[in-house]
């Protein structure tokens, strides 16, 4: 079984920063890689497919990049709607897919 | 708009059974393979099991097997979970989702692209 781990579990943040947020496969997925966002009592909710491709009606300030096992959502300019907690997805093993454990964004 | 309503939540006691529904409106339902995700309370997600578009395949997370059985009925629009012998750690919230194909320059990639609010299954005495 691929396994996801993000880093780091939880951080703080100030609106206007900028947010790293890392996920690691166990083994090499190409590019096969998906991030959510989640707000408290909510679905998630798709931001990034392929690794790097953005949904649809997704702010440009999400991105995301990485290939093989290392992979990275970077949100420029952190708004006040965006503190949520951040899945990483993997689907390689498609139509078995695993989550990462989630990184949670905290207001400083 | 694409929608996602799930129902059939409730209390249950171990061993017991339930079966969650979900229904989908503002998309073509038989042209999309179907996945129930979970969330055990203050947790991460976790993907459950999936079905194809004519529910001939269908797949779950070890930990569920023999247990729970999804299935689909096209017909009504409709996804179900069958829940059997249920246990305490299978307490969470309940989410169908889409799963969306992308064709795109770098290749062929699968996302869930929509999701539904949610159910609340707790298993306890």
């Known amino acids: 079984d691929i396994q996801m781990t993000q880093s780091p579990s939880s951080l703080s943040a100030s609106v206007g920063d900028r947010v790293t947020i890392t996920c690691r496969a166990s083994q090499r997925i190409s590019s096969y890689l998906n991030w959510y966002q989640q707000k408290p009592g909510k679905a998630p909710k798709l931001l990034i497919y392929?690794?790097?491709s953005l949904q649809s009606g997704v702010p440009s300030r999400f991105s995301g990049s990485g290939s093989g096992t290392d992979f990275t959502l970077t949100i420029t300019s952190l708004q006040p709607e965006d503190f949520a907690t951040y899945y990483c997805q993997q689907s390689y093993s498609t139509p078995m897919w695993t989550f990462g454990q989630g990184t949670k964004v905290e207001i400083k | 708009e694409v929608q996602l309503v799930e129902s059939g939540g409730g209390l249950v006691q171990p061993g017991g059974s339930l079966r969650l529904s979900c229904v989908g409106s503002g998309f073509t339902f038989s042209n999309h393979w179907m996945s129930w995700v979970r969330q055990a309370p203050r947790k991460g997600l976790e993907w459950v099991a999936n079905i194809k578009q004519d529910g001939s395949d269908k797949y779950y997370v070890d930990s569920v097997k023999g247990r729970l059985t999804i299935s689909r009925d096209n017909a009504k629009n409709s996804l179900y979970l069958e829940m059997r012998s249920l246990r305490g750690e299978d307490t969470a919230v309940y989410y169908c989702?889409?799963?969306?194909?992308?064709?795109?320059?770098?290749?062929?990639?699968?996302?869930?692209?929509?999701w539904g609010q949610g159910t609340m299954v707790t298993v306890s005495s």
């Open positions: 989702a889409r799963e969306r194909d992308y064709n795109d320059t770098r290749g062929y990639f699968e996302a869930l692209d929509f």
């Open positions: 392929g690794a790097s």
